[in-house]
């Protein structure tokens, strides 16, 4: 077994462990310290709670490195299809240990936060990537997908107000949904016509054909899979931010009404 092999699996378990240690134990405790509220909320709410700070800390630390990657990494991003990086590989074993982590947490409380859309993106993800720490190929592909991550922070604060009864109109609630419509679409929706550009463009290079037939369709595939959800809840989130910015515009016309009736 190589170094890199070593190294991949050593952060593969690490990370999963990790993202249970904070499931289980460090979220109950940090949470009862930085939010008074979180003490009062139903057991269900407890779960749901400690599994978005899980999904919160896994984003943070997988889309700051990411970006690292994407921005500095030259061996990634000399060759995005073929270019072997060993933070690449760090990166996608971090994610992975935290999907798999997720994965466990969401079988085995099902009935309190079972989606089945996210069972679909989670191992949609890690067939992908699979094929990243196996062969080292399409890493600077792999971490570009994890910049997606950026927008779960503010998914995930939606609803910690909403499990601590913030009012919906309230300032922090508005300024947050109003950064989670706009981060969503910049970091899921903006870069797809560039990605699948990209792909366009590589089809039939040499570069492209040495990764043979199941690699090229695993590729292609994943990623619309990932990208039909993306675009899912987008047009979902847009509905919502909408319908707020609509009610507090009539809220406010109502108030002018009242207040010239006043003068």
Known sequence: MDTNTKL?????????????LLFHFISYWFSAKVSPGFNSLSFEKKIEWNSRVGSTCHSLLVGVFGLYIFL????????PLWGDSSLVKV????SSGYLISDLLILILYWKVI???????????????????????????????????????PFV??????EALKYPKFSKANVI???LMTVVFFIVRISSIPFFYG????????EAYMRLGFLIQCSWIST?????VMNVMWMIKITKGCIKVISLISQEKAKNSVQNGKLD
């Not at 991949?8 to 249970?20: C, N």
């Not at 500095?72 to 060759?79: K, R, S, V, Y």
């Not at 079972?114 to 196996?134: E, M, N, Q, S, V």
């Open 114 to 152: 079972g989606d089945k859309y996210f069972i679909i993106h989670h191992c949609t993800a890690l067939y992908a990537y699979f094929f990243i720490l196996r062969d080292g190929v399409l890493g600077y592909i792999g971490n570009f997908r994890l910049l997606a991550e950026f927008s779960s």
């Open 176 to 178: 947050n949904g109003i």
């Open 8 to 20: 991949v699996i050593s952060t593969l378990f690490t990370s999963f462990f990790a993202f249970q």
């Open 72 to 79: 500095f990494d030259e061996a990634a991003i000399a060759d």
């Open 156 to 161: 995930n604060q939606r609803w910690f107000f």
């Open 223 to 227: 990623c619309v899979v990932l990208d």
């Open 91 to 94: 990166n996608i074993a971090v």
């Open 198 to 205: 990209y792909i366009y463009s590589v089809l039939g290079t």
